[in-house]
């Protein structure tokens, strides 16, 4: 074991992990990063913690993972321990270190005045040398208890729920409508950012833990919520927030315009299957594109129709274009700002020049889409767009413009749970004023023994706010069903992210 450096933060800079040159990783689906590259540098980065007294990236974190103690494990190269106290508070350290937003890195004590501590890579380290060196074995509980619990869904906030109710000796049937588990983390994020083997791997070690997985089966319509109820002491509903926001203009029903949701999932299986058609009706290959909507989403959307060699990419943000430091008034430190971020597709779409028209890498800014218009054959042609003043959102005379489009895709958010598979109206459960499931603090629904996690309750979030709503609501679950649990509850149902 080595030592670490109280002065580490005085002596090293901050170093990300590098990423791929951009005409190498487009030709491919693989992460962006450079494989190997971050071990060498890690341990020096982990060093410039501080070990503050009061740790606010602790704090950011929903999981309230345990982040000084680890960032000194790693600086003294004790990865075994560092593993370990890594997992005590987050069931899937090698999801958020590859796709979280890193709160955190936000709320870190040494981001006031310089650059914060690279947590999130320090975090994916420990995560794969964890798997490499068998650090995260299959932990099945000692005995069972006989009871029986339902998880339906599987996205991060249905798995963590299921590991942790089947570490504690509940025999637990997770019930999924993809043909895989995953949930966004399978068919929604691309493989750029995170391989589906890190998925496969932790399914197959919750497998071998005792929980079970039938996949293909849509709950409400392939099995009633009724049959649910009678065959488990407990349900947790875990669906998520897959019901679109629309674009209400004229031109929506041209053919070509397609739900961010429809196009993502389509190009996830056709990266994994060499007879994929490139001229299929959602590929991008050899098209025009226009992105609308400027978040992550559109972002994936971005960095998909490069890879599948689109004409050109464009991606219309109705915000204007943020500042490149926090606005110290309105989002000071600790909390998470919004600022100009280059995501790995933004840098992408900048370096290839996919969108000549517009204002910073592929995006336009303050952009808002005036209507849609195709050809004889109801085929779109092209987005008419107006910038768009930053309060009140009016269109700015004289700013009319139009971009070529033969693929249109809306990634506008997501409103609440999908309702076509009947199981909210078969559970005669309430949606709240924002369109989520109804819960109390304590995950629970109106419904006896039923329980509601992730965005489905929450509304759209992250994938660390699922892990932890997992967590928690496990935790819920197990008291009701035994009358106490050790289990850790790291937020309530209530809970938000840090605000000014
Ligand atoms: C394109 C995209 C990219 C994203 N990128 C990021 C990112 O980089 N980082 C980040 O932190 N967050 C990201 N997010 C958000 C993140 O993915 C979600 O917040 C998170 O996945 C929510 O987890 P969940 O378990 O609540 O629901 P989901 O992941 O949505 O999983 C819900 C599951 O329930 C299943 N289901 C629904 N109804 C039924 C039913 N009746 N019967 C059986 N199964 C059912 C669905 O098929 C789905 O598999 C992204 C979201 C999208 C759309
Ligand atoms: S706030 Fe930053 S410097 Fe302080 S303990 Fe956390 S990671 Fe280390």
């Not at 999981?63 to 190269?77: F, H, K, Q, S, Y």
């Not at 209400?248 to 990266?271: D, K, T």
């Not at 309060?391 to 009319?400: A, D, H, I, L, Y």
């Not at 106490?484 to 509850?489: E, V």
Request: proline share 8%.
């Amino acid at each position: 074991m080595g030592d670490s450096d109280p002065r580490g933060f005085l002596t090293t800079g901050r170093e990300e992990w590098p990423r791929r040159p951009v005409e190498e990783r487009v030709r491919d689906w693989r992460e962006v990063y450079v494989p190997g590259a971050l071990l060498p540098i890690v341990r020096g980065q982990a060093d410039r913690c501080m070990d503050c007294g009061v740790p606010f990236c602790h704090e950011a974190c929903p999981l309230g993972n345990l982040i000084p103690e680890w960032n000194e494990l790693v600086a003294r190269d004790d990865w075994r321990a560092a593993s370990d106290r890594l997992h005590a508070t987050n069931n899937f350290p090698e999801f958020t270190g590859r796709l979280c937003p890193a709160p955190c890195e936000a709320g870190c004590v040494l981001a006031i005045n310089q650059p914060a501590v690279t947590i999130k890579n320090v975090e994916v380290a420990i995560a794969d040398r964890a798997w490499e060196r068998g650090y995260a074995p299959p932990r099945p509980p000692d005995r069972l208890t006989g009871r029986t619990v339902a998880v339906v869904g599987s996205g991060p906030a249905g798995l963590a729920a299921a590991q942790q109710l089947t570490r504690v000796g509940h025999t637990v049937v997770v019930y999924e409508r993809d043909d895989l588990a995953g949930g966004l983390m399978r068919y929604g994020i691309p493989d750029f950012k995170m391989e589906k083997h890190h998925l496969d791997r932790r399914i197959e070690q919750m497998a071998a833990e005792g929980t079970r997985f039938r996949t293909s089966v849509t709950v409400g319509r392939d099995v009633t919520a009724d049959e649910l109820r009678r065959r488990h002491d407990a349900l947790v509903l875990a669906t998520g927030a897959t019901a679109w926001r629309e674009l209400p203009v004229e031109g929506r029903e041209l053919s070509g315009v397609h739900q961010a949701m429809e196009y993502l999932p389509h190009a996830n299986r056709a990266c994994h299957d060499p007879q994929a058609d490139p001229r299929a009706p959602l590929s991008a290959t050899g098209r025009h594109v226009v992105i609308v909507g400027g978040g992550d989403t559109g972002a994936d959307c971005l960095g998909t129709a490069v890879r599948q060699g689109a004409a050109s990419v464009s991606q219309l943000d109705i915000y204007p274009l943020p500042a490149a430091e926090r606005d110290e008034d309105a989002e000071p430190w600790p909390t998470y700002p919004k600022v100009y971020r280059l995501s790995a597709a933004h840098e992408e779409a900048g370096a290839l020049g996919t969108a000549p028209a517009a204002d910073a890498d592929a995006r336009l800014f303050a952009a808002s889409t005036l209507r849609l218009t195709g050809d004889a054959s109801g085929r779109v042609r092209e987005v008419h767009l107006v910038e768009v003043e930053p309060e009140g959102r009016r269109p700015v005379p004289g700013t009319e413009r139009t971009l070529p489009a033969d693929l249109v895709l809306l990634a506008l958010g997501f409103t609440g749970p999908a309702q076509e598979d009947g199981l909210i109206g078969q559970l005669g459960l309430d949606l709240d004023e924002r369109g989520a499931l109804r819960r109390d603090s304590g995950f629970a629904t109106d419904v006896p023994g039923v329980y509601a996690a992730g965005d489905a309750a929450r509304g759209q979030s992250l994938i660390v706010w699922a892990i932890a709503e997992g967590r928690a609501a496990a935790a819920a679950v197990d008291r009701y069903l035994t009358g106490a649990s050790r289990l850790p509850a790291p937020i309530t149902a209530d809970a938000r992210p840090m605000r000014a």
